[in-house]
Structure formats: C-alpha cells, structure tokens
C-alpha cells in the first residue's frame, strides 16, 4: 500500500472549518484513500473514503486532487469534539475488504481552540 | 452501523499474570479480526490477524506463544496476553469488517492494560 504524508499537528477554530491535508504521491490506480480518526484513550473511528471523486457524508468531506496524488479532509464546523489525531490511509480495497488490514501511519493531531 | 465491542475495557493485573481480552462482533459475522497495540502517543501497531477456526498470524516481531489469540466462533476472537510483564501495559484494539455492511473496517473501543 502507497505511503502517506501528513502534518503532524494543526489547531482550528471552533466553528471555522478544519481542512487536513495528506500527500499520496505514490499511490496507484485501484488504492482508495480512507481517513479514521481516533479520540483520546479510544478506538478508531471510520470518517470518510474515495477513490477519485470527491465524497461528503454526515461527517465529512473528501476532496482528492485530480493526479491523485493528494488530498484534504474538511470537517464543515469543527466543534471541540473534534479534536483527536486523524489518519490518512492509502489501500486496495479489494472484494474481500474483511480481511485486508489497515497500517496507520502517525496522523495529524488536530486540536480544536474555543 | 457495524459495533465491535471490547472486555474488559481497562484491566489491571500483577507481573507474571495472563489476561484474556475478548473482542466481539455486534449483530455481524467476521471470519478475520485484527488485534492491534498501541504505545502512549505513538500509532496503532498490528500485532496479528485473527482467523475463525485456523491460526492467527502474528506479524514480524510479536511472540505468538506471548499472545495468544483465538477465534472459535465468527463474533468472537479473544487475545491472551501470557505471563505479563509491565512492558506489555499497552493499549489494545480489535477491529472487524462487517462485510454485509458498510465494508469498513471498524474498530472496538480499546481494552488498556497495565502490569504492576
């Protein structure tokens, strides 16, 4: 699985829209991008994936650049809440998704300021 | 959506000690589950894939006779940690697809371990 790069902190304003950023340059044509987040003494939390459009849900927003080689998670409003380390992660995801596993990588702790 | 669910959540054991740790699949089935640790501020480490009704594989590095996991049914998969040591104290986390789902892969809430 492609490796990937993101910074290690960022802080945010509470309210303001928090956009963190994770280069992929070495990824390949069928690899999805996914982003878990994980708040303090907790599991990993699923946020959003893609592959080469961009996706929102509930949570979040994907924008992938169109090389591929780079993209930025927005979460719309931040809230206090939101402050955990975030994981960009790079992998196929084949048909048998159940038994391939994730490598984290050291994410970006994103701290949110009231 | 898809819930894996940990016991105990926090354990506190003396050296020398084992201590299972179970990790269950709510309302899904999942033949693989992956046990992970996790050091005071650093990133999630794979310690093994688990495997309902065949071995785990344990990654490079992690004893398999240390941590022993099985996996007897498709919701449960139990990690043993053998005769702990206080360099064993960690964080550890299971997760699980649920393949009829969303096809994420999900994690449970982590179980923290702390030898004395």
């Known amino acids: 699985d492609a490796k990937t790069t993101q910074p290690t902190s960022m802080d945010c304003a509470e309210g303001r829209a928090a956009n963190l950023p994770c280069n992929h340059s070495t990824i390949s044509g069928n690899e999805y991008v996914y982003w878990y987040r994980q708040i303090h003494s907790q599991g990993p939390q699923y946020i959003i994936h893609?592959?080469?459009n961009n996706e929102t849900n509930e949570m979040a927003s994907l924008i992938i650049t169109e090389d591929r080689k780079s993209s930025t998670l927005i979460l719309p409003h931040a809230t206090l809440r939101d402050t955990a380390v975030y994981y960009c992660?790079?992998?196929?995801?084949?048909?048998?998704?159940?038994?391939?596993?994730?490598?984290f990588g050291t994410g970006t702790r994103l701290t949110i300021i009231p | 959506g898809a819930v894996v669910s940990q016991h105990p959540s926090w354990v506190i054991c003396k050296s020398g000690t084992s201590v299972k740790i179970e990790c269950r699949s709510l309302?899904?089935?999942?033949?693989?589950m992956f046990w992970y640790r996790q050091f005071p501020k650093q990133s999630l480490m794979l310690m093994a894939t688990?495997?309902?009704?065949?071995?785990?594989?344990?990654e490079q590095g992690v004893e398999k006779d240390k941590f022993l996991i099985n996996h007897a049914s498709l919701t449960l998969s139990t990690l043993t940690v053998t005769s702990a040591h206080p360099e064993d104290s960690s964080f550890y986390i299971c997760?699980?697809?649920?393949?009829?789902?969303?096809?994420?892969?999900?994690f449970g809430a982590g179980s923290r371990l702390t030898v004395l």
């Open positions: 992660i790079v992998r196929v995801d084949r048909s048998n998704f159940g038994n391939e596993k994730l490598t």
């Open positions: 309302d899904f089935q999942a033949t693989t």
């Open positions: 893609g592959l080469k």
């Open positions: 688990s495997n309902e009704g065949s071995k785990a594989t344990y």
């Open positions: 997760s699980a697809t649920d393949l009829s789902g969303a096809n994420v892969l999900t």
